[in-house]
């Protein structure tokens, strides 16, 4: 399905982000990593094609561990996308990111431990090919200019988000104990979450630009007085703040570079012409 819907940009977040746009596509793409976490619901936003895709699946189903990381990016890749915006919910790890925070990361921390973090692993694919073993550079894991578009979108709709900031991705699903979170703000982490890698590390691996956009739903364990974090804490967080999420990713949709034209970021030559054995989608 090379490019057949003309989708430019990616969105993997829940049907909040979508569900309310009219003209809603939904198609189903199968990848050589499996399907995705559910069906590419294609719409515009500004006059840009957009494939969104819910992360956890309709209704929640799929704990972070077991996303199909993968299958998403390639998904995504497959009808066209060649910039991907990422909103999660993480925890704040210091006082001052409290509930509401927007916060733009501008490095992660990997602490996951089940996730199948890379497609040139030169293991041969189910529909034929094997991948070359290849290393892509993740010194800077987001997209500088995409950065750039989404605390600008912030800005714009009178939300200043922290610019820059290091997410830390924890496997989950359980929250973090309060030794681990007293661990990570030593280390002077900032904000801690579940889905942030292998997301922007495959985004890299297939020469997508990947911009994260954190929203704290709750202080972590460490940097909370009470019991620590609750499910349904998160949840109500989530929702009080999803409208102006989404106002903030449209603004960035329609901010975001042409791809066709002018993605100069490092990002779309991250494999700088190495011979991967694979076609990318
Ligand atoms: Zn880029």
Known sequence: MANTENVEIGVIGGSGFYSFLDDVTEIQVDTPYGPPSDSLFLGEVAGRRVAFLPRHGRGHHLPPHRINYRANLWALRSVGARQVLGPCAVGGLRPEYGPGTLLVPDQFVDRTQ????????????????????????????????????????????????????????????????????????????????????????????????????????????????????SHDEVLRVFAANVDRLRGVLFDAVAGLPDSSSSRDCLCASALGGMDTGIALP
């Open 114 to 229: 089940t996730r199948a973090q890379t497609f040139f692993d030169g293991v041969p694919l189910a529909g034929g090919g094997t991948p070359n073993v290849v290393h892509v550079s993740l010194a800077d894991p987001y997209c500088p200019a995409g950065r750039e578009v989404a605390l600008a979108a912030a800005r714009g709709r009178d939300w200043e988000a922290v610019d820059g900031g290091t997410l830390v991705v924890i496997e989950g699903p359980r929250f973090s104990t309060r030794a681990e979170s007293l661990w990570y703000r030593a280390q002077g982490w900032s904000v801690v979450g579940m889905t942030g890698h292998p997301e922007a590390a495959l985004a890299r691996e297939l020469e997508l630009c990947y911009t994260s956009l954190t929203l704290v739903t709750d202080l972590d364990a460490g940097a909370a007085a009470g019991e620590g974090v």
